[in-house]
């Protein structure tokens, strides 16, 4: 009986280290939600890993094509800006002005070669008199 008891706890503790391990890793890789341009472009550590870039699309030099999968725009952070190639479903919200937030890594000739666009448009949901409070919030008035 000790004998399996004792094969029992090694099969957890094996088990627990690799949930543990798995963990670590994924923290890892997810760690930073995304960067703004302007710290990727002066990071040099950031140009070789996979990230998430967060900025303006530019008004000028915008080529989409939704029925291709492609668009390539230019991607503003607060002083600089990085040519953004991507390649998958183009959001019905990805428009110039608008801020995204890309995924994936730059290649040999300076391009972010992007699988993942996701688009942040919270003014969308605001009033025209600014966001609205929760409504839990004691200036709200709920209907009784």
């Known amino acids: 009986m000790t004998h399996m008891r004792l094969k029992l706890i090694m099969a957890g503790l094996a088990i627990v280290v690799a949930v543990v391990f798995?963990?670590?890793?994924?923290?890892?890789?997810?760690?930073?939600?995304?960067?703004?341009?302007?710290a990727f472009l002066t990071g040099e550590d950031y140009h070789s890993q996979r990230v998430r870039l967060h900025g303006t699309v530019a008004d000028d030099n915008l080529d989409v094509n939704r029925g291709l999968l492609m668009a390539g725009f230019d991607l503003l952070g607060t002083e600089q800006r990085i040519r953004v190639e991507y390649k998958g479903v183009v959001p019905d919200m990805f428009k110039p002005g608008h801020d995204v937030v890309v995924e994936g890594r730059l290649d040999e000739s300076g391009v972010f070669q992007a699988d993942t666009l996701m688009t942040k448009c919270a003014s969308k949901y605001e009033s025209q008199d600014g966001p609205s409070p929760p409504p839990d919030h004691p200036d709200v008035e709920t209907p009784e």
């Open 22 to 38: 798995l963990a670590m890793a994924g923290v890892r890789e997810g760690w930073v939600y995304y960067l703004p341009v302007d």
